[in-house]
């Protein structure tokens, strides 16, 4: 029975808190109930509230109270006195937290929401509300759980979100999503106003380059006009014919250089669409929508996905397998095929490149080189497959880059060696 008696003990203290609270403060039963929201689950604020003042109510003469505390707390809970037997709850009191509007604010605010919702142009299908923070009702119940001494209070704003969440939730029979909502509803307490953001589009995907001279991004020279015609980001911006919306922003997992092809699987990318009417992907399976404005770029999307899933491809290690054709002037022996392909297993040591030094910090990576396969072409010319770690600079694998790059194929053949073609062959995370 221990047990028992230590629950009884938690009953008093949950008195003893409240009598301390309504002694000061005049509460309505929700923002009583609220103080208490961690016990007893499945019951409404207003419920607890109610319970609470009842029984208060019912052990009234056995409280040992001043007779101020007693003037107070019979105002705190609108009781008419004097006939005990006349005890009555009056629940139109003011509210020292919210002045008695709390239901009647929870009310309109989710009928308004209801409302914008129903008119709402861009389509969804979930979402979050959100209750702006810093009104006058927040600062009141601050400085009365500053009284309360126990750690069982929901704040304002937790609870109108829950309420008005599940009344919009039940009205349009669409789950509430915490994790990856398409829309967000902003009340505000104070004003009474609601507004509705729209949350991004992530559709995941990935590019194939089958041109060369093509860049990621648009690049523009310093005097306006443009380095490479055609880029990326711009086969990308279809994707806002097929759901609407203002812009874009491409996430992409690393970058290769304009003029590298990417072949085979291409590289993963995130399409994130801004403010987008539309949000339904094709019927068909895989929902696949294939982008591209000319041959030479190709964007597949295969579906939609989440803001884990960007940091995932920028930050997850991968692996690359390349194709390359250098150029070597002195002319390559037999011999100098078997010292390339001993960079197979091998640990790279490399400084950022000379020509990308003005762009990015000056550091040492330590990537791999896993498997190097040789094709002889001709005496001067070379082609290679080289599978390495992903962020190694693969011109300056075979270039050396004046040393900054240790080992690589000029420096194990003792010779000048050029890369005059690259292709991104595979892409892919281990
Ligand atoms: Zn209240």
Redesign the pocket.
Known sequence: MEGLTNRWENLSKVMEAALRVLTKYP??D???GRLFARLGRGLDNADRGRAIKTLLLMFLTEIQLSEDELKNLTTSIRLSLPAESKLQLDRTGT????????DEIILELGEEALKLLRGEQREFSSFLVGVEAGSMYEKRELEVIGVLGLDTWESIRREVKRLVGKYISKELSIPPSFSNPDILVVLNLESREVSIKTFPLLLRGRYVKTGRFISQMPWFRKDGTRKYKLSVYETCRSVLEIFGGKNLVLHAAGREDADARVLGDGRPVVIEVKDPIRRSLPSTYPPEINLSSEPWTHVIIHGKTTREYVRAIKTRPTKKTYRIVAIVPEGLSEEDVFKVLSLSNRVIYQRTPTRVLSRRKDVVRRKRVYEVRVNLVSKYLLEALIKVDGGLYVKELVDGDNGRTTPSFSEVIGKHIKVVMLDVLSSFQP
């Not at 509210?95 to 709390?102: A, D, F, M, Q, V």
Request: aromatic share 8%; glycine share 8%; proline share 0%.
């Open positions: 509460l309505c929700r923002c009583l509210c020292y937290i919210c002045g008695t509007k709390l």
